[in-house]
């Protein structure tokens, strides 16, 4: 399955400016299909756990604190060349610098609040969609 599946969240500026709808739109416009979902939201201690990757940068309180402020949507997205195809498509990580008409551009209002996670890599993209869904959810 490595390789065809990535992870995403639509984080909750973007959810409590009410483009879920929109981003979800976007994602399946852009051929992914999705293999698992659900509206669910981070305690900090759990927010603290799945960015632990980051736990020695400076910006680590401030995201796991945001990503901890309001309900979430987790996804397990599938693709060929999942992981990548959707870095390009939702554009870079600071909505400013990312490409018009990416889901970044359109949605995100700044490096934080940039709308939606998307993993970097086949193997962190198997471990996101494991801490939010069974493995029999999105094989």
Known sequence: MAGNITFTMIKPKAM????????????????FKIKAMKLT?????QAME????HKERPFYNGLT?????GP?????LEKENAVQAYRDYIGATNPAEAAEGTIRALYGTDIEANAVHGSDSDE???????FFFAKREWV
């Open 16 to 31: 409590a400016n009410g483009h879920m709808g929109n981003i979800l739109s976007k994602i399946i416009e852009g051929g």
């Open 41 to 45: 939201r981070l305690t900090k201690e």
């Open 50 to 53: 799945f960015y632990a990757v």
């Open 65 to 69: 604190d945001f990503m901890s402020s």
């Open 72 to 76: 979430i949507i987790a996804a397990v």
């Open 124 to 130: 962190n993209a198997v471990i996101e969609s494991s």
